[in-house]
């Protein structure tokens, strides 16, 4: 059995950059740094990709370090560049839940 699930839960890098293509369907792109602890700390900067997102997210996008919960499946998108071939492994984000500090403290 296979399964591709992906869950962070971390801090968004830069705020979301969304685009609005001819058909209307809208594109949310972000990164997310997720710190981990073990076996040494390091912090890891994740791409994530949200097609067609909920109005309160694409109309009033989350800022720069806000906290956020994604979930959704890893894959690997690949392009042609001058370099040659390249490829990338992103989050397809299925749900994006931005967290405030009442909700924070909450899960605590």
Request: positive net charge.
């Amino acid at each position: 059995m296979d399964i591709n699930l992906a869950v962070l839960c971390g801090r968004l890098a830069t705020a979301p950059e969304v685009r609005v293509y001819d058909t209307g369907s809208r594109c949310m792109r972000f990164l997310v740094t997720v710190a981990v602890e073990r076996p040494r700390r390091r912090i890891d900067v994740v791409p994530v990709t949200l097609w067609d997102p909920p109005a309160h997210l694409a109309d009033d996008p989350p800022e720069q370090n806000a906290r956020v919960w994604v979930t959704g499946v890893v894959q690997r998108r690949a392009h042609d560049g001058p370099e040659g071939r390249r490829s990338r492994i992103e989050v397809m984000a299925e749900q994006v839940t931005v967290l405030n500090s009442e909700t924070v403290a909450r899960a605590r």
